[in-house]
């Protein structure tokens, strides 16, 4: 049996490039959205949790507590602008772009996409997404607390096996 086999470890594409984790701790495009939590720039307590969805762009930024971000009056924050740039960072431009539907001539970049979604002048979500994206953030942080293993985690074994172990 090979070690991926083996392995409870599942694969993870690899960065386009490294980014700190200081300012967007924890980014996605799950659920026809780009999601994640940024970090506040005025106070290390405070987290926002960001999200724009795919095709219609409609944005949604709050505390983790559920206030609404100050700079979210009709268009994207600063906290969404972050996203975008560190998601680019992540996945490359290319796939965030084609994650969110954005139609960009030539190669897209960060401040592109942004500047593609804002010309369409998005509407503001509900917001409701934003405690899942947290639940989910918080989940990410229990899993890294956790000392390497290659054994079996029982909340990970939703998958059946394909075939016993030898």
């Given at each position: 049996?090979?070690?991926?086999?083996?392995?409870?470890?599942?694969?993870?594409?690899?960065?386009?490039?490294?980014?700190?984790?200081?300012?967007?701790?924890?980014?996605?495009?799950?659920?026809?959205?780009?999601?994640?939590?940024?970090?506040?720039?005025?106070?290390?307590?405070?987290?926002?949790?960001?999200?724009?969805?795919?095709?219609?762009?409609?944005?949604?930024?709050?505390?983790?507590?559920?206030?609404?971000?100050?700079?979210?009056?009709?268009?994207?924050?600063?906290?969404?602008?972050?996203?975008?740039?560190?998601?680019?960072?992540?996945?490359?431009?290319?796939?965030?772009?084609?994650?969110?539907?954005?139609?960009?001539?030539?190669?897209?970049?960060?401040?592109?996409?942004?500047?593609?979604?804002?010309?369409?002048?998005?509407?503001?979500?509900?917001?409701?997404?934003?405690?899942?994206?947290?639940?989910?953030f918080l989940r990410h942080l229990a899993y890294l607390q956790l000392a390497p293993?290659?054994?079996?985690?029982?909340?990970?074994?939703?998958?059946?096996?394909?075939?016993?172990?030898?």
């Amino acid at each position: 049996m090979s070690h991926w086999e083996k392995s409870s470890v599942a694969r993870v594409t690899p960065p386009a490039r490294p980014r700190k984790l200081a300012k967007v701790p924890f980014v996605e495009l799950a659920d026809g959205r780009l999601q994640g939590v940024v970090s506040s720039g005025s106070d290390i307590e405070r987290v926002y949790v960001s999200s724009v969805a795919a095709g219609t762009y409609a944005f949604a930024c709050s505390t983790n507590n559920n206030r609404p971000c100050g700079g979210a009056r009709g268009t994207f924050c600063n906290h969404i602008r972050a996203l975008v740039g560190e998601a680019v960072l992540q996945y490359g431009a290319e796939r965030v772009a084609r994650g969110l539907r954005v139609e960009s001539e030539g190669v897209p970049s960060a401040d592109g996409i942004v500047t593609e979604m804002a010309l369409t002048r998005p509407a503001k979500a509900d917001g409701q997404a934003a405690a899942a994206v947290f639940s989910r953030f918080l989940r990410h942080l229990a899993y890294l607390q956790l000392a390497p293993t290659t054994a079996p985690l029982p909340e990970m074994q939703w998958f059946p096996p394909t075939r016993a172990a030898a």
